[in-house]
């Protein structure tokens, strides 16, 4: 665990964010305040997946969407 005052904290503020992803780290105020930084992890968006190579054109894409939506706006027989 690592213990820095807010003087010192402000001065290294990048050194102390990248301290604080692998241990405790606690700013302690003058008036005898103490304040915790903890790492977070941001979850990952479920969009965000690896790309794949292909040989489909833009307009391969276009035209199999385009024949999806039409199928869908036949009327059920």
Not at 5 to 33: C, M, N, P
Not at 47 to 73: M, Q, W
């Amino acid at each position: 665990m690592k213990v820095y005052t807010y003087s010192e904290a402000r001065q290294k503020f990048s050194a102390v964010l990248d301290i604080a992803k692998s241990e405790e780290v606690i700013i302690k105020r003058r008036g005898g305040d103490t304040f915790k930084i903890i790492f977070t992890k941001s979850p990952k968006s479920p969009f965000d997946v690896p790309g794949i190579k292909t040989k489909a054109t833009t307009k391969d894409i276009l035209d199999a969407v385009n024949e999806s939506r039409a199928r869908s706006a036949e009327p059920a027989a």
